[in-house]
């Protein structure tokens, strides 16, 4: 739906390709495509609720089935009703408010790691699973470009790319640690609920 991006080209644009690796297999964005990515921000946050409402509805266009992660939304037919829905809107920023924290961290590798994992272990909980991940990116470039018009270039998105892979790449990795350790707890008797303790 007019961003050459979305739907199955997410797949293959945002799989993981790795250059300068990080720990989860996707490569850091370089000097200059932080660089872009900051000035790009400044336009965009000036629309984030907007962006984040677009990115959402797209998604939900491009891949229905994404709604089942989504309780609130998950009957919602009518995609237009999205638009303005109040619950679309807040969850719309608070991915927005995450992606402007994984922009604010690009200078800080370490700190951008941990938010990044912790984001994973928590859609874990959420029972978001990772395959779904990778389209809020495609989705996101999608709805920037026409913000940004004449400043969006090849270079501007395969920026963003960049981050998002990497962002992407290290919430799957928080998200299997968690579930990991979840199935851990499962196995161990230390995890379940010791029988004489849960009487009254």
Request: aromatic content about 8%; glycine content about 6%; proline content about 4%.
């Amino acid at each position: 739906m007019g961003c050459a991006i979305s739907g199955l080209a997410a797949k293959a644009e945002f799989g993981d390709r790795t250059t300068e690796e990080s720990g989860a297999g996707a490569a850091y964005p370089s000097e200059d495509q932080i660089q872009m990515i900051k000035e790009s921000w400044k336009v965009i946050q000036d629309d984030i609720a907007k962006v984040g409402i677009i990115m959402f509805v797209r998604l939900f266009e491009t891949h229905p089935e994404c709604k089942d992660v989504f309780f609130l939304f998950r009957d919602v037919e009518d995609l237009e009703r999205l638009r303005t829905s109040r619950e679309l809107r807040a969850h719309g920023l608070r991915v927005m408010s995450l992606i402007e924290k994984s922009v604010a961290r690009l200078d800080q590798l370490e700190r951008l790691e941990a938010l990044a994992l912790e984001l994973g272990k928590s859609h874990y909980h959420y029972n978001a699973p990772p395959k779904y991940y990778s389209y809020v990116g495609a989705e996101f470039i999608c709805a920037v470009q026409p913000i940004l018009k004449e400043r969006w270039t090849a270079e501007l998105e395969e920026a963003w790319k960049t981050m998002f892979q990497l962002v992407t790449s290290l919430m799957k990795h928080g998200y299997e640690e968690e579930s990991n350790r979840q199935s851990h707890l499962a196995l161990s008797p230390k995890g379940r609920p010791d029988k004489k303790n849960t009487a009254l």
